[in-house]
């Protein structure tokens, strides 16, 4: 998530390390559920579109702006900012990321085929089948590709994640995801594990409510989403509607939401207790709107 999923603007791994070893998921969770948001036109739909997020767990402000319903333009408080340009046809055309910028190309039917890291020789390409989605990386840094097989389901979910070796600095090498009937993640099951650990599986459960970051999130996502499912990936963003809870066999965490007239999310605490202890960490984070 533009994660790449790089913050997902140089990807959601600079907000949280990957999953800390996957002990702190739960916890680490809800730092990078909040990367993304759209703003309506300046005319009488300019409201309800997130304008800011602060999470008091990293002391993070970032800052959004838009055009057109578009995302152009996200600055962190800690991170540095990420632009946004889009064609006549609202595909992303160009990200801009502190002095580095990226380009993209698509094929006939509107998919994207390329990311160039301009000024080098870097650059990910993406070859679509029926259900399948392969995403390689050519780096300058790695002697060999790194691989990445991605499978869809009839609605163009990712359903699943396959890292080929070598791999990303990721845990494990396998990421299924399950969704319910509103097109919620409601679980995600890591398996493959490169140091034999056991599977981690995490459950969700939402509220019935809109969840902001995935309206916002929807048309960039329409030109980059399976780009930033290359590696391990999990944002609210793909979310319809608000997570109330989520766990392993080994932590629990629930979230006292606070919603707007609008029944937006306002404030969100995040509690979460290792199973078998008392000890509870919180983090609160808060959102503002146009």
Do not use: W
């Not at 602060?54 to 333009?73: S, V």
């Not at 396998?174 to 009937?181: R, W």
């Not at 499912?229 to 809870?245: A, E, K, Q």
Request: hydrophobic share 30%.
């Amino acid at each position: 998530m533009f994660a790449n999923c790089q913050f997902f603007f140089e990807n959601i791994n600079k907000l949280v390390e990957i999953l800390r070893k996957m002990k702190k998921i739960i916890f680490y969770l809800i730092v990078g559920l909040t990367i993304f948001s759209c703003k309506s036109d300046d005319s009488n739909s300019n409201k309800n579109y997130l304008k800011s997020y602060y999470n008091d767990a990293i002391d993070t402000e970032i800052l959004y702006e838009y055009d057109n319903d578009f995302l152009t333009k996200v600055s962190y408080s800690n991170y540095g900012t990420t632009t946004f340009k889009y064609d006549n046809r609202g595909r992303l055309h160009l990200k801009t990321y502190g002095s580095q910028t990226y380009s993209y190309e698509y094929d006939n039917q509107n998919r994207l085929i390329k990311e160039i890291k301009n000024g080098t020789s870097d650059y990910i390409t993406l070859s679509y089948s029926t259900g399948k989605v392969i995403v390689t990386e050519h780096s300058s840094n790695n002697s060999t590709n790194l691989v990445s097989e991605i499978f869809i389901d009839n609605l163009g979910r990712v359903i699943k994640t396959v890292q080929m070796t070598p791999t990303y600095t990721s845990q494990y090498l396998i990421e299924e995801l399950t969704y319910d009937i509103n097109g919620n993640m409601i679980n995600c099951l890591f398996s493959g594990n490169v140091n034999n650990e056991p599977d981690l599986s995490i459950n969700f459960q939402f509220d019935n409510k809109i969840n902001p970051i995935y309206i916002s999130y929807k048309k960039l996502y329409n030109s980059i989403y399976y780009l930033e499912f290359r590696n391990s990936f999990f944002s609210d963003s793909i979310n319809p509607n608000n997570i109330i809870s989520h766990g392993t066999t080994s932590s629990t965490s629930t979230r006292n939401i606070t919603y707007n007239v609008d029944n937006l999310p306002t404030k969100i605490i995040n509690s979460t207790i290792q199973n078998g202890s008392s000890q509870q960490t919180t983090a609160t984070a808060f959102y503002e709107y146009y």
